[in-house]
């Protein structure tokens, strides 16, 4: 098949991990006969270095008109002045919103090869195979703010309607069903209002899904459940600002943030995929990134907007096979690592 592709480097590792998914994308193409072409545009600090805001305009016409967005990371403290108007965060935030892309998946597994280095206890990560669906395009990302400026007080809002609960729920029950048929919903019903209608909304959307069973749980304790029982866990639904917090926290399981994709996805097959992990300027341009998670991306975006399973599918065992072989980058080494290039060389080499 022929498809295009916009992709979007971003900012600090952005470009190095970039470089590494189009080389496993461009294997895939030889592989299995399908021709990918790139959009390459920009978002981010880079896009307000060189326009002077986040997100211009050419780089939404290139993925309007493409299948697909592959993006690596936006940010760096260059760019952190809290007065500033224009913030690299505010392009990712305005392209998830311009799509409709209100369903963002987050699949976390434990990877027996990495347990000797993951912080918990091996038996603990037995069986660890959880899927987040984090709502993307609403809450209190999306809610009425108030600056500080001058003044004293500031302010944001936590605001859902029961659509937008209802349709991010759906698209978790139907996972679901695909999977160990388990939900657990996410919410702080005990104190906050639209978290009272979140669990209405979600307890109505299940009356569509009788084969699936829903857990709602408190994000607090459920913040410490991911840790003491991670393997009880199936699909977890949760609000933008919770899935966000609660993602980052559940790749300790995965024994680094360097290994966690994510899939954004709306109404069609149109979708926006990325690393969970931001910019990490720390390391940028030293080939130390790890490019797992962003590569594992592109196999998301193999999957949801592409629908090429198989490729997919190789593209995972790919990674599964250089880490079986010991292949590690810094962030999940015990003892010696290896270079980003050296690193997808590995995964090539299995794909082959
Ligand atoms: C993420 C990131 C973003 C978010 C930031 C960079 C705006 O943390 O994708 O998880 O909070 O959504
Ligand atoms: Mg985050």
Redo the contacts with the bound molecule.
Sequence with gaps: MKANITLLPGDGVGPEITAATRQVLDQVATKFGHEFIYHEALIGGAAIDQTGTSLPPETLKAAEQSDAILLAA??GPQWDDPTADVRP?QG??AIRKHFGLFANLRPVKAYPALSAFAPLRAELLEGVDILFVRELTGGI?FGQRQEAGEGDTAHDTMIYSRDEVQRVAHVAFRAAQKRRKSLTSVDKANVLASMRLWRRAVAEVHEDYADVSLQHALVDSCAMHLLTRPASFDVVLAGNMFG?IL?DEASVLAGSLGMLPSASLGADRFGLY?P?H?SAPDIAGQGKANPTGMILSAAMMLRYSLELEAEAQAVEAAIEGALADGARTADIAVSDSISTGEFTGAILSHLR
């Design positions: 936006v940010g965060e990712l935030l990302y966000d993602s990325e969970v931001g």
